[in-house]
């Protein structure tokens, strides 16, 4: 994680979180008007009570930067 620069775990959330945001961003706003998908639709996504996991897919890019820092200090 060298080239993105962070100082601390706290910097290292952040970037992981930015990387949530922009995910879902981008993922409801082309979803919804590029694509046509009604918000019911794109918000089923997250339903993981009807198998979708697609929450675990951004859990994991929130932990990504602390992870590899982590692991790469290890």
């Known amino acids: 994680m060298s080239w993105v620069g962070p100082n601390s775990q706290l910097e290292n959330f952040l970037i992981g979180l930015f990387w949530v945001l922009l995910t879902v961003g981008f ?37 990504a930067p602390t992870i590899a820092v982590w692991g790469k200090n290890k």
């Open 27 to 63: 993922e409801f706003l082309a979803g919804h008007y590029a694509f046509k998908k009604s918000w019911e639709t794109l918000l089923a996504d997250y339903n993981i009570a009807q198998g979708r996991i697609w929450i675990l897919v951004l859990i994991t890019n929130l932990l």
